[in-house]
């Protein structure tokens, strides 16, 4: 081998970084030798004394540095050395420093990079690169999570299994109590469902289902997956499962019976048994197997069950109106059912769902037509919903069981965490606050006044349509003793004491009373900036004007006036005027009287926005008052329930402490206790005791020598209201003792629940009396009633008030003796003098009023408060007139027991 070949001694430092640094200083042709070959004490750390030659140009400098063992370059040698490898070799770029010095190379590691069944992170990669995975490792994964999908799948699909209809029929019955721990009655809970074959299921009622649900069933394969997604999309944000399901699915749902809960993971057995049922069961089992399991509520499960309930016939004869109804009633039926669910929603009353069951029934018919399922000739013969029946024919709710039993489902459902469906698979024990004997007793007591005066027969025009509702209320708790539903459950289903949509009248006066003495009147002569925060609280003994036909002032003593420039007049009762020629009357004497003109003007001077604060918290839903921008806001234009107008004067009778009325104490199921209302009960203060006690001593006087002295009671103090609505139309008394609150109201109305157009009817001549007022009936009611609900407790009597407010308009007025005309028979429509013009109003009557002058401007005006005339009472309500209807017009009232289908209890 030739003398340049020989392998020469390695050194420590390669590449031609290296090369350079060993140079020697006499270079050897163009450039000088390394720096290890001269043998100078400055050479590379060679490895030893073997005699070195000096190497020629660079190129052979830079080979020889590369056969070097401790050389870096591009090349890696055996040893792993290379670009910054761990011998200290030094590359282009640094690495990390070696033994002998630092390197400059990109560092590798030494040897074989020993394999992972998952490269990952990747190894022999740096940096980001290190967490990029291949795409070896990326097909593998899907592969498997996809194979791992298929193999559980297989594994769900085969072990789910068919459900079938008969199976589903698990439900209980539901058992209520009295308060007294006895039982009242079995129900609420059975299974009525008849299962009938696919041949007596009519083709109308297939196809309207098919139309209204799944108009591609008769093709599809049983589940429609964005349905299931948009679901499962739901419930992952927090929602409820919904929306896209075929009728296979529903069918699946409503067979599942025993596990409806809103989960994941129910939804994929769901989703699995329906895939399964729609390949392996035919189109005919699927469709009869859901119209057999359908709930279509009033307790019906299944077409024949709901033909029979709706209908009274079987579901073989049903036509395709019955049946594009029926369909309807799938949607839901506490929304669509047009005798209306009140008791679980105050939405659902019947006006509001036989409007969306009519629009329902329409569409479903036109569906069929366009899907070409029904010919149009057929369809123009329906134009009004098939006539329904009663939805109350079980026996075991007959009387007032059946309005009972709704009051105590609505308050479960709106104020516990069981729902309807729950409620209605049954399984609960539901022990109610209602009192048997009490129960008893009112229902006697309304049957005793019926009996004795109202002949339908004998007085048809004035007698026929008189209904009444009641309740009682416990003032230290707001149970619920007792109500009167009406006639029977089964046969007048509307419940009287929870919905009416008649106004009460003037049993509202004492909420503008109360609202006087805990807000007082707004200063006229203040700041109108500040008008709101300068008042005066008021004391029973201040003076208002008793004067008909008083023209109504805002608070400022200004005309009120509304939209149209009209101005008020308000009527008193009879027509009659109170005290000529001053015609003062303190509050005490026009709450004993029912003045009207007294109550509307202290209104509007405490301000009808703190009135109405005042009747809300008393207890009475905000959702069932009339408008408060007239005037009339103060005589009762609104329409509370029984029940909350029982419970809101419970607030008075409790030093003003208010509860909301309650039908449920405790609900139990196999496991123990799921509800108790003690655990949610909450007591509010309305009002200080000195306020609610000063109302309750005003409303003695009213039972003591007024308007409702037919509501004494035998060796008890008694506080109460009468009440009388515009045009006769119902009459009320509510009143109370410390121990019970009872509101009865009176009223006249088509008792066709099925009439689109029922309204209430004026009861001149009811009963044989010339008029009808709280006065009647209903204090002859409530006395006999209160006789023997308290018959056996101790007399209790009413806190002694504290003195309270400040007695207003006390100061002498000018005389003033009413003319004959004006103090006997004034006109019911006054027309208005040229003084009393809106355009051009007499300058007199604003130069001369002065604060608190009572008749200043008396005389004027254009719009009278009330149409009312004659009788005892004094209780008329005043409305406006036409062009101001939107401030009286009657509520339906639903649901404004708030618990029975309102959100508490």
């Given at each position: 081998?030739?003398?340049?070949?020989?392998?020469?001694?390695?050194?420590?430092?390669?590449?031609?970084?290296?090369?350079?640094?060993?140079?020697?200083?006499?270079?050897?042709?163009?450039?000088?030798?390394?720096?290890?070959?001269?043998?100078?004490?400055?050479?590379?750390?060679?490895?030893?004394?073997?005699?070195?030659?000096?190497?020629?140009?660079?190129?052979?400098?830079?080979?020889?540095?590369?056969?070097?063992?401790?050389?870096?370059?591009?090349?890696?040698?055996?040893?792993?050395?290379?670009?910054?490898?761990?011998?200290?070799?030094?590359?282009?770029?640094?690495?990390?420093?070696?033994?002998?010095?630092?390197?400059?190379?990109?560092?590798?590691?030494?040897?074989?990079?020993?394999?992972?069944?998952?490269?990952?992170?990747?190894?022999?990669?740096?940096?980001?690169?290190?967490?990029?995975?291949?795409?070896?490792?990326?097909?593998?994964?899907?592969?498997?999570?996809?194979?791992?999908?298929?193999?559980?799948?297989?594994?769900?699909?085969?072990?789910?299994?068919?459900?079938?209809?008969?199976?589903?029929?698990?439900?209980?019955?539901?058992?209520?109590?009295?308060?007294?721990?006895?039982?009242?009655?079995?129900?609420?809970?059975?299974?009525?469902?008849?299962?009938?074959?696919?041949?007596?299921?009519?083709?109308?009622?297939?196809?309207?289902?098919?139309?209204?649900?799944?108009?591609?069933?008769?093709?599809?394969?049983?589940?429609?997956?964005?349905?299931?997604?948009?679901?499962?999309?739901?419930?992952?944000?927090?929602?409820?499962?919904?929306?896209?399901?075929?009728?296979?699915?529903?069918?699946?749902?409503?067979?599942?019976?025993?596990?409806?809960?809103?989960?994941?993971?129910?939804?994929?057995?769901?989703?699995?048994?329906?895939?399964?049922?729609?390949?392996?069961?035919?189109?005919?089992?699927?469709?009869?197997?859901?119209?057999?399991s359908a709930y279509y509520g009033r307790g019906a499960y299944g077409i024949q069950a709901a033909a029979r309930a709706y209908f009274n016939e079987d579901a073989v004869k049903l036509d395709p109106s019955e049946c594009a109804f029926l369909a309807a009633m799938l949607k839901g039926a506490t929304y669509y059912d047009p005798a209306g669910a009140t008791e679980f929603d105050p939405a659902a009353d019947p006006k509001s769902n036989t409007k969306r069951a009519t629009a329902?029934?329409?569409?479903?018919?036109?569906?069929?037509?366009?899907?070409?399922?029904?010919?149009?000739?057929?369809?123009?013969?329906?134009?009004?919903?098939?006539?329904?029946?009663?939805?109350?024919?079980?026996?075991?709710?007959?009387?007032?069981?059946?309005?009972?039993?709704?009051?105590?489902?609505?308050?479960?459902i709106n104020n516990t965490n069981i729902t309807a469906n729950q409620l209605q698979q049954g399984g609960y024990s539901i022990h109610t606050t209602f009192d048997k004997k009490k129960v008893e007793a009112l229902q006697a007591a309304v049957k005793k006044v019926q009996k004795a005066n109202i002949k339908p027969k004998l007085r048809p025009k004035t007698d026929k349509y008189v209904q009444f509702g009641g309740a009682s209320v416990d003032p230290k708790t707001g149970a619920?003793?007792?109500?009167?539903?009406?006639?029977?459950?089964?046969?007048?289903?509307?419940?009287?004491?929870?919905?009416?949509?008649?106004?009460?009248?003037?049993?509202?006066?004492?909420?503008?009373?109360?609202?006087?003495?805990?807000?007082?009147?707004?200063?006229?002569?203040?700041?109108?900036?500040?008008?709101?925060?300068?008042?005066?609280?008021?004391?029973?003994?201040?003076?208002?004007?008793?004067?008909?036909?008083?023209?109504?002032?805002?608070?400022?003593?200004?005309?009120?006036?509304?939209?149209?420039?009209?101005?008020?007049?308000?009527?008193?009762?009879?027509?009659?005027?109170?005290?000529?020629?001053?015609?003062?009357?303190?509050?005490?004497?026009?709450?004993?009287?029912?003045?009207?003109?007294?109550?509307?003007?202290?209104?509007?001077?405490?301000?009808?926005?703190?009135?109405?604060?005042?009747?809300?918290?008393?207890?009475?839903?905000?959702?069932?008052?009339?408008?408060?921008?007239?005037?009339?806001?103060?005589?009762?234009?609104?329409?509370?329930?029984?029940?909350?107008?029982?419970?809101?004067?419970?607030?008075?009778?409790?030093?003003?402490?208010?509860?909301?009325?309650?039908?449920?104490?405790?609900?139990?199921?196999?496991?123990?206790?799921?509800?108790?209302?003690?655990?949610?009960?909450?007591?509010?203060?309305?009002?200080?005791?000195?306020?609610?006690?000063?109302?309750?001593?005003?409303?003695?006087?009213?039972?003591?020598?007024?308007?409702?002295?037919?509501?004494?009671?035998?060796?008890?103090?008694?506080?109460?209201?009468?009440?009388?609505?515009?045009?006769?139309?119902?009459?009320?008394?509510?009143?109370?003792?410390?121990?019970?609150?009872?509101?009865?109201?009176?009223?006249?109305?088509?008792?066709?629940?099925?009439?689109?157009?029922?309204?209430?009817?004026?009861?001149?001549?009811?009963?044989?009396?010339?008029?009808?007022?709280?006065?009647?009936?209903?204090?002859?009611?409530?006395?006999?009633?209160?006789?023997?609900?308290?018959?056996?407790?101790?007399?209790?009597?009413?806190?002694?008030?504290?003195?309270?407010?400040?007695?207003?308009?006390d100061t002498p007025s000018p005389s003033a003796t009413p003319s004959a005309t004006e103090s006997a028979t004034e006109s019911a429509t006054p027309t208005p003098t040229p003084s009393e013009s809106l355009n051009s109003p007499s300058p007199s009557v604003s130069e001369t009023c002065k604060k608190w002058d009572l008749n200043c401007g008396s005389t004027g005006g254009t719009d009278t408060g009330g149409t009312d005339t004659g009788g005892t009472d004094g209780g008329v309500?005043?409305?406006?007139?036409?062009?101001?209807?939107?401030?009286?017009?009657?509520?339906?009232?639903?649901?404004?027991?708030?618990?029975?289908?309102?959100?508490?209890?």
């Open positions: 081998m030739s003398e340049h070949r020989r392998k020469l001694p390695q050194p420590q430092e390669g590449g031609r970084a290296a090369a350079r640094r060993g140079q020697s200083g006499t270079p050897s042709g163009r450039r000088a030798a390394p720096r290890g070959a001269t043998g100078s004490p400055s050479d590379s750390y060679g490895s030893g004394g073997e005699e070195e030659r000096p190497y020629g140009g660079r190129a052979e400098a830079r080979r020889a540095a590369q056969r070097s063992a401790g050389g870096g370059g591009r090349r890696r040698s055996a040893d792993g050395a290379g670009r910054g490898g761990p011998g200290g070799g030094g590359g282009r770029r640094g690495g990390p420093p070696g033994p002998n010095g630092p390197g400059r190379g990109r560092g590798r590691p030494s040897g074989p990079v020993k394999k992972r069944f998952i490269d990952y992170p990747r190894a022999g990669r740096y940096g980001a690169a290190r967490w990029v995975p291949s795409w070896k490792l990326v097909s593998g994964l899907c592969i498997g999570f996809f194979g791992s999908l298929v193999a559980v799948a297989g594994i769900a699909y085969a072990m789910v299994s068919v459900p079938k209809v008969a199976d589903t029929a698990r439900a209980q019955n539901n058992v209520y109590y009295w308060a007294d721990g006895s039982e009242m009655v079995a129900t609420g809970g059975e299974t009525n469902r008849q299962i009938i074959n696919y041949d007596q299921i009519p083709e109308a009622m297939r196809y309207a289902v098919i139309s209204q649900e799944n108009k591609t069933f008769e093709t599809d394969s049983g589940i429609d997956p964005k349905g299931i997604a948009r679901a499962l999309l739901n419930m992952a944000k927090g929602g409820q499962t919904q929306g896209g399901s075929t009728i296979t699915q529903q069918y699946v749902k409503n067979a599942m019976l025993d596990d409806q809960s809103q989960t994941v993971s129910r939804k994929f057995k769901e989703l699995f048994v329906a895939i399964k049922v729609g390949a392996t069961v035919k189109k005919e089992d699927i469709m009869a197997g859901y119209l057999n329902q029934w329409r569409d479903t018919l036109d569906k069929e037509v366009e899907y070409g399922h029904l010919s149009a000739s057929v369809r123009a013969k329906y134009k009004e919903l098939p006539k329904w029946q009663n939805p109350r024919s079980n026996t075991r709710l007959s009387g007032q069981i059946g309005y009972l039993v709704d009051l105590a489902k609505g308050y479960i619920i003793k007792a109500i009167y539903g009406g006639e029977d459950a089964t046969k007048h289903f509307t419940n009287n004491a929870d919905q009416t949509g008649a106004q009460v009248g003037s049993t509202f006066k004492p909420f503008v009373l109360a609202a006087a003495m805990s807000w007082g009147v707004k200063d006229p002569d203040g700041d109108p900036d500040q008008a709101q925060d300068e008042r005066t609280i008021v004391s029973p003994k201040s003076l208002y004007s008793g004067k008909n036909k008083l023209k109504i002032q805002d608070y400022d003593h200004t005309p009120w006036q509304d939209d149209k420039g009209k101005e008020w007049l308000q009527k008193n009762d009879g027509e009659r005027s109170y005290n000529p020629p001053s015609y003062k009357i303190d509050l005490r004497e026009a709450m004993r009287e029912s003045v009207n003109s007294a109550y509307v003007q202290l209104g509007m001077d405490v301000g009808l926005d703190k009135v109405k604060e005042a009747v809300v918290d008393a207890g009475i839903k905000e959702s069932s008052l009339a408008s408060s921008r007239f005037p009339s806001f103060s005589l009762g234009t609104s329409s509370p329930s029984a029940i909350r107008m029982a419970g809101a004067y419970a607030t008075f009778a409790a030093s003003g402490k208010q509860n909301d009325p309650y039908s449920v104490d405790k609900v139990t199921d196999k496991d123990g206790t799921v509800f108790r209302h003690a655990d949610v009960e909450k007591t509010k203060t309305a009002f200080t005791a000195r306020v609610a006690d000063n109302v309750t001593d005003v409303l003695k006087t009213v039972v003591e020598k007024g308007t409702g002295t037919n509501a004494q009671l035998t060796g008890r103090e008694v506080a109460g209201k009468t009440g009388t609505t515009d045009g006769n139309k119902s009459a009320w008394f509510v009143g109370y003792t410390p121990q019970l609150s009872t509101s009865i109201g009176m009223y006249r109305m088509d008792d066709n629940e099925t009439n689109k157009n029922r309204e209430f009817l004026q009861m001149y001549g009811t009963g044989g009396e010339k008029t009808i007022h709280g006065a009647s009936f209903p204090s002859q009611i409530w006395r006999d009633y209160m006789e023997q609900a308290l018959k056996g407790q101790p007399v209790e009597n009413f806190p002694t008030p504290e003195p309270i407010g400040t007695v207003l308009n309500t005043a409305t406006p007139t036409e062009t101001t209807s939107t401030g009286s017009t009657r509520g339906n009232g639903n649901g404004n027991g708030g618990i029975f289908g309102g959100p508490t209890g």
